[in-house]
């Protein structure tokens, strides 16, 4: 199993224009604010589809309702490259498209 530790920065500040300094914030805090988090190793729902890993990474990371998910995640698909592998199951990508989709949903 992966290590998931999440450190805070010891002299590092985390500064956003439209936001206060979110460096003590949690990660769940941050996504919701806009930053994304993805992995070395990807690690999409591998039973979903590419557009359900997206759907649910603009639900649950970014608080958005399904029927906004749906159209984000549409156009994730399109900037991505990942249209033609959208009903594909995430699990059967190949490595290189499984970390397209591991930074489509860091970015949803």
């Known amino acids: 199993m992966p290590n ?6 010891e002299k590092l ?10 460096t003590h914030e949690k990660a769940h805090q ?4 806009g930053i994304g988090r993805s992995y070395q190793v990807p690690q999409p729902f591998g039973h979903l589809s590419v ?3 997206l ?4 639900c649950f990371g ?21 249209l033609a592998q959208a009903n ?12 397209r989709l591991e930074l489509a949903r860091a970015g949803d």
């Open 4 to 9: 998931t530790t999440y450190s805070v920065p």
């Open 13 to 22: 500040e985390i500064l956003i224009a439209t936001e206060p300094n979110i």
């Open 30 to 33: 941050r996504c919701r604010g």
């Open 51 to 53: 557009f359900e890993n």
């Open 55 to 58: 759907v649910t990474a603009a």
């Open 62 to 82: 970014g608080g958005q309702s399904e029927r906004d998910a749906w159209d984000t995640a549409y156009q994730v698909l399109k900037t991505t490259g990942l």
């Open 88 to 99: 594909t199951t995430a699990g059967s990508l190949t490595l290189l498209n499984r970390k």
